[in-house]
């Protein structure tokens, strides 16, 4: 079943501004990943958060992890067009004791970013 | 590295028949490769975990008989969908993990299934 809410599902901003998204999850964690998707594409990983780790950078994307709240945000920084995509969080079962670390993704927020 | 293909990546069949969608780790082992069906504009939803050499685990809600999950080699599963109908229709996309216990997955391009 979806485990992440993502909000807003879509966010429309001029190149050069900051894009913030959202995602809540409902159970325990081990790690907090985030994906990106072009249209009609596969996904590409982003950034993978731990539950001991609050605050992760890679380039341009800050990635927050507030595991009290269970909570994260994913900014983008001086979008560019090409930053347009689809973006999900996923959370995976080790965290309930699984050994599959089956992947469960968010609603996504679709992120357009006008030149 | 670490890639991961699909084939074919997209396809029309007729209503009834069965199609056959592969999915390929290209440089790496995958001990585990997974499933997943996506409907426009919405989240990817997990069919199926898939090992090498034993049987594939199905979430809640998914037909086993209906999508025949094969994961024979370490290299490549193939997901085979039964007397298709048009509400099979979707996107559906499969990934690799190279070791148990890897958090990170890496995701085939999809496919595009559309049944008329």
């Known amino acids: 079943s979806q485990q992440g809410e993502e909000d807003p599902q879509a966010l429309s901003i001029q190149e050069g501004e900051n894009a913030t998204m959202n995602c809540s999850y409902k159970?325990?964690?081990?790690?907090l990943q985030w994906y990106r998707q072009n249209s009609g594409r596969g996904l590409v990983h982003l950034i993978l958060?731990?539950?001991?780790?609050r605050e992760k950078h890679s380039g341009r994307l800050r990635v927050t992890l507030d595991t009290s709240k269970k909570s994260s945000s994913l900014l983008i920084t001086a979008s560019r067009a090409a930053d347009t995509a689809s973006y999900f969080c996923?959370?995976?079962?080790?965290?309930?004791?699984?050994?599959?670390?089956?992947?469960?993704f968010g609603r996504g927020t679709q992120l357009t970013v006008w030149p | 590295g670490a890639v991961v293909s699909q084939h074919p990546s997209w396809v029309i069949c007729k209503s009834g028949t069965s199609v056959k969608i592969e999915c390929r780790s290209l440089?790496?082992?995958?001990?585990?490769m997974f499933w997943y069906r996506q409907f426009p504009k919405q989240s990817l939803m997990l069919m199926a975990t898939?090992?090498?050499?034993?049987?594939?685990?199905?979430e809640q809600g998914v037909e086993k008989d209906k999508f025949l999950i094969n994961h024979a080699s370490l290299t490549l599963s193939t997901l085979t969908v039964t007397s298709a109908h048009p509400e099979d229709s979707s996107f559906y996309i499969c990934?690799?993990?190279?070791?148990?216990?890897?958090?990170?997955?890496?995701f085939g391009p999809g496919t595009r299934l559309t049944v008329t």
């Open positions: 990934s690799a993990r190279t070791l148990a216990g890897e958090r990170e997955q890496y």
């Open positions: 159970t325990s964690i081990n790690n």
């Open positions: 958060i731990r539950s001991n780790e």
């Open positions: 996923a959370t995976d079962d080790y965290g309930r004791g699984s050994t599959l670390g089956r992947l469960y």
């Open positions: 440089d790496f082992q995958a001990t585990t």
């Open positions: 898939s090992n090498e050499g034993s049987k594939a685990t199905y």
